[in-house]
């Protein structure tokens, strides 16, 4: 191990059944993987429905520590709000419904290999979308290409909400894969 | 209703009469780790949270994923859009280096352009994020309309 794993190990401090467990976890999601490059096909379509609750919004800007109360229809002690923001009521983050296409634009019930990599998106935010709306999320594989040497699956996608029928987001993103 | 980025930080708004080359105010993060390895975020793939697997895959650290740099723009984006970066907007981003556990990520953005549209204008941000170093990690633009 580098002396800067091992410095970088310091910012994760692990007991020795914490270890392991970590060890365990790592090896169930290397089981029978398959990379992104072969599970995909050009012309291949995905749908998935996925509903916007308060506490997924919360997960998601806690991780990015973005506290604008616009996103806030959850708050602690208080619980489920309305939630405000300049459309009514709390609103989604505008790149929310993009960290989510990578659930759909491969078969998320087939594990896939660890360490490809996100390398671009054009996204367009068409309307804000309400906390507590579900939104339909359709991919489709538009093109395999190689470049220096290098794997690419480019996806388009788009984002409605599945009981209205509103157009909210759509997007062109590139995976490097293994 | 609230208005935080019209009210809480009114110099800070665009507007129609915002000028080309007005720098964005920045945010800045660190990479912490057990933030790029939550559950919602890079749980899923061990070369966001564990130094161990990131040096035997040949990375120098645990990387972030890109999409993390990509909601500190658009945060830093809200601050001087508010409502309006939720309507007919576009953030364009390419990653470009990966961003290392504990590093200091700081979002920038210039207006480069700004273009009649309807009563308003459509804006175009150049944004990046670098390190400490100065070294760019992510790249893109933004385009928005105000004012229309």
Known sequence: ?178 | MNQRADSEFPSVRITRDTPVGYELQPVKKRAVIQLMGSRLWGRFNPNHWDPDYADSTGLDAPIQTGEMSSAYIAEMCVNHFGADLFRNARIVCKYIASTLANEVITTHGVVSAKTPEGDGYRFKVEVWCDNEAGEKKTVGWVEVSVGG
């Open chain 1, 1 to 178: 191990m580098k002396e800067t794993t091992a410095a970088l190990n310091q910012l994760r401090p692990q007991s020795a059944i914490q270890a392991e467990q970590t060890r365990a976890f790592i090896r169930g999601l290397e089981q029978d993987a398959e990379t992104y490059w072969d599970m995909v096909q050009v012309g291949d379509e995905l749908s998935r429905d996925l509903h916007m609750t308060p506490e997924l919004i919360i997960l998601y800007a806690d991780g990015v520590e973005d506290f604008n109360p616009w996103y806030e229809a959850w708050r602690m002690n208080s619980w489920h709000i309305p939630g405000e923001s300049p459309f009514g009521g709390a609103i989604v983050p505008p790149l929310l419904v993009s960290h989510f296409i990578l659930s759909v634009q491969f078969d998320h019930t087939r594990p896939f290999a660890i360490g490809s990599i996100h390398t671009y998106h054009d996204s367009e935010i068409l309307a804000p979308i309400p906390v507590g709306a579900t939104v339909r999320i359709t991919t489709r594989a538009v093109d395999k290409y190689e470049k220096r040497g290098r794997r690419y699956v480019r996806h388009e996608a788009d984002v409605v909400d599945a009981d209205t029928g509103t157009h909210y987001f759509h997007e062109t993103r590139d995976i490097l894969s293994l």
